[in-house]
């Protein structure tokens, strides 16, 4: 059966300070990859989405990247955090179907100082 | 994409059925209706999915009109458990991966 883990579960970072959050996917192969956003009592933000290797779209352009450095792997980053990027942050995965649900990690609640 | 458009939020008692309805006045051809409910601070899990008229699982059902314009979730007999956000979520094979969510329904359940 297919995981998905995401890591760390919490993280205080001061602003400033990088930041990377893992994500990887086990049990399917080529799977759609996606970082969203979701800041205190709001809905979800979609920030990157990846269909491929190397493929990274990005829907916010602020001071965050992501890469696919592998099949099942996804990393969001950032060289130097705002505290407008605390957040709960969740990776989640899909088929390579458009319409194929969605499985989410179990998030990073982020908070920057 | 099509854009979705929900109720902020809804109060319900234990029992009733509940019924959140999405609008997606320009869903595409090839686009599915996916309704997802999230507990706060876990990420969302999917509850149906559907592409036109009555789809029925064990814990929800979904009707599509024929026009498709717009869905409804129907959750039976609510329990304070079922209290959460609930979001549609329109998708489809020509949207090169990209799927962004409303801004869902807050659902209270009260005794």
């Known amino acids: 059966s297919q995981t998905i883990h995401q890591w760390p579960a919490t993280l205080v970072q001061p602003v400033g300070s990088p930041l990377s959050l893992e994500c990887t996917v086990e049990?399917?192969?080529?799977?759609?990859l996606y970082w969203y956003r979701q800041a205190a009592g709001r809905g979800l933000q979609l920030l990157f989405y990846?269909?491929?290797?190397?493929?990274i779209s990005s829907e916010v352009p602020q001071n965050l990247s992501a890469s696919r450095p592998q099949d099942r792997q996804f990393i969001l980053s950032s060289k130097k955090l705002l505290l407008s990027d605390s957040g709960f942050y969740l990776c989640?995965?899909?088929?390579?179907?458009?319409?194929?649900?969605?499985?989410f990690g179990s998030g990073t609640q982020l908070s920057v100082l | 994409l099509a854009k979705t458009t929900q109720p902020i939020s809804m109060d319900s008692y234990e029992g009733q059925e509940v019924n959140i309805t999405c609008s997606h006045n320009?869903?595409?051809?090839?686009?599915?209706i996916t309704w997802y409910q999230q507990f706060p601070s876990q990420g969302p899990r999917f509850i149906i999915q559907?592409?036109?008229t009555k789809v029925t699982n064990e814990v929800a059902s979904l009707f599509i009109p024929a026009d498709r314009k717009s869905s409804t979730l129907s959750l039976p007999r609510v329990s304070l458990s079922d209290t959460a956000v609930y979001y549609c979520?329109?998708?489809?094979?020509?949207?090169?991966?990209?799927?962004?969510f409303g801004q869902g329904t807050e659902l209270s359940v009260k005794p």
């Open positions: 049990g399917t192969s080529n799977p759609n």
């Open positions: 320009n869903i595409a051809t090839n686009d599915y």
């Open positions: 559907g592409y036109k």
């Open positions: 989640a995965w899909s088929g390579d179907r458009g319409y194929e649900k969605l499985f």
């Open positions: 990846s269909v491929g290797i190397g493929q």
């Open positions: 979520l329109v998708g489809g094979d020509n949207q090169g991966g990209k799927l962004i």
